[in-house]
């Protein structure tokens, strides 16, 4: 009977394997199509002022048929003006150093708080005032769509003249 189990047991196997399934979770960097992972950027607030810290956090969805290893995750936030959307202002990575293996199976999804290594920020005070856009790239290779934000500096804006 033990022979008989192990038998259908390596059929099956054998069967997931010719269909081309893999037995183990694949790294979220060997995914072959881009469109297999969700990306979406999220934060506490659409505008930022002066001493006032705002918490990002990204939300990714597996598109794909695998289990997803996620293990060895790095998100990159990018900053750019809405004007110049090429031209990018601020830039900070962070890797998740995870204390255990993560998976991500098939139609699920896992929102990644996004915490600074050693007290680095994403200093989005050191923007000029304006409109931007952030994006949440993962692993270098997915990106979320543009998230925007309003820089406000009165910090910066020159003080009214006194009547005498």
């Not at 081309?20 to 060997?30: A, I, N, R």
């Not at 006032?52 to 290893?69: A, G, R």
Request: proline share 9%; hydrophobic share 40%.
């Amino acid at each position: 009977m033990e022979t008989k189990t192990h038998h259908l047991h390596l059929l099956a196997v054998l069967a997931l394997a010719a269909m081309g399934c893999s037995l183990g979770p694949v790294p979220v960097e060997d995914l072959e199509d881009k469109g297999m992972l969700d990306v979406r950027l999220d934060a506490n607030a659409r505008a930022q002022l002066p001493g006032k810290q705002i918490k990002f956090w990204v939300e990714i969805t597996n598109k794909s048929p695998h289990t997803l290893d996620l293990t060895a995750l790095r998100v990159e936030l990018k900053a750019m003006p809405i004007a110049e959307r090429e031209k990018v202002c601020l830039r900070q990575d962070w890797t998740n150093n995870w204390n255990q293996e993560i998976r991500l199976l098939p139609g699920r999804h896992l929102t990644v708080p996004i915490v600074p290594e050693q007290g680095v920020e994403f200093p989005l005070e050191f923007l000029k005032e304006g409109k931007y856009e952030i994006v949440a790239v993962i692993n270098e290779r997915y990106a979320s769509p543009p998230w925007s934000i309003q820089i406000e500096r009165p910090d910066l804006a020159e003080p009214a003249p006194q009547r005498t």
